[in-house]
């Protein structure tokens, strides 16, 4: 199918050919014409399916024609509200807009969220409005100011409706919803629809068309996922240094559970000769906004972040996601490993994880349906004995590995020191296979580690690294794992 076919307008169609789309991906094919004919939508799609282009071209759309209320005396309000949990989110949709909008003759994008100076704010929202793009509780309060009028909006989005229900926002939103006219059009787009959400849908909703492209279930096939057991801090630092070394990895994301681990773990990578930052919601705008920028123009070569800041992260050259600490919910991993494999390339997710996690490895592994193939390191192989793992869904063997998940590292990640043996670990990865292990013989991963003076320096710019390897072709040559461990 050819966007052509979904009713989008010329202006529209001459902006996508600029961008260098040819087809539209399935959310794009199923949600475009339904909104286009004016039906609320509920739509279970994840970052990285092209979600936002599915509702920013028919809100597009939308401006071109004439508003039935014309705007007051006062100022116009805007005719679209999108509401996104996070500033990062916002900032990516706003661009969005000026891309898909490039050919429309006069499209006004305001973006209000938390951390933005309030004068600066203030004085775009004067100006007029047709899109606002805004976290719900920067924009609950510029409302209460009297800064806001929510009175012409024709068209409501939840992006990430799933993630600004998990971070506390369904009073702001309702706040928020309240101020809306009721015979706008609202889409919902969300990773999941689970209960909450669909209570949600059904209380701001006109019969929506649900529209299911989630799909978890055979997502994320261009990103090779892996499990490294690591038996302490310290035992987890010194794999994350090898990781680092490997000249494949052109940009990697290192999540941590806690900002404070985000940023201790930042300094033992400065510490240690790597090109690292971190990104995490402690941190003022400005900041957050140079360390995106420099990840962007590849002056960090890794980004130690947390969920919430890392979300919306669209950067192509990261090739790898490392998980530090485990994510404390399975749908974060999804969020998490979808930062690589960006734009039809491939990428690498690695977990590290400890024996006693291994119920929290079970949840991600039944969330995806797919068993995470574990890994080690010649050199930096687990003291711990790893035993069989059984295949998701079946019915976790209380005999089997220890399920204890009290003991999580998530607590202390990134204190202490960062180990230093690195360096030492040489030779190929391996695959567990129960009492057989066999060796990945191509993989550069495994090739002897680099020493410290081989370390990306910063300011080290990503171009000069090898680009990440095509679609299907994982970076390093690694055969895909394709069975457990099996008794
Ligand atoms: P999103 O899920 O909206 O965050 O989009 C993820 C990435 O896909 C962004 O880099 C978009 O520029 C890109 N994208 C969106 N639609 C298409 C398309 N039809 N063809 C190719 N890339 C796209």
Redesign the pocket.
Known sequence: MK?ETLGLNKALLEA?AM???????D??MRAIPEVLAGSDVLVS??????????FMLPALQLLAEPHKVAPSDKGAGPRVLVLTPTRELAM?VTK?TE?YGRKMKRVRTVSIVGGMPYPLQNRLLKMGVDILVATPGRLLDQMQSGRVDLSRVQMLVFDEADRMLDMGFKDDIDAVVAKVPADRQTLLFSATLDNNITAMAGNMMKNPVRIDVSGHKTRHENIEQRLLYADDLSHKNRLLDHLLRDTEVQQAIVFTSTKRAADDLALDLIGQGHAAGALHGDMKQGARTRTLENLKRGRLRVLVATDVAAR?I?V?GISHVINFDLPRQAEDYVHRIGRTG???RSGIAISLANVRENFQVKLIERFTTQMIPVITIDGLEPKQKVFDRKPPGKTFNRKGPPSNNRGSHSNNAGAGNSGGGSGKAAGAWSKEGGDKRSSFSKSSLGKPAFSKSSAPKPGFVGKALPAAAPKGEAPGGWKKASHFAAK
């Open positions: 966007f996508i961008t260098g789309y040819t087809d539209p991906t959310v794009q799609a994840q970052t990285g399916s092209g979600k936002t282009a599915a990516q969005a891309t919306g669209d192509q960006r734009a039809g």
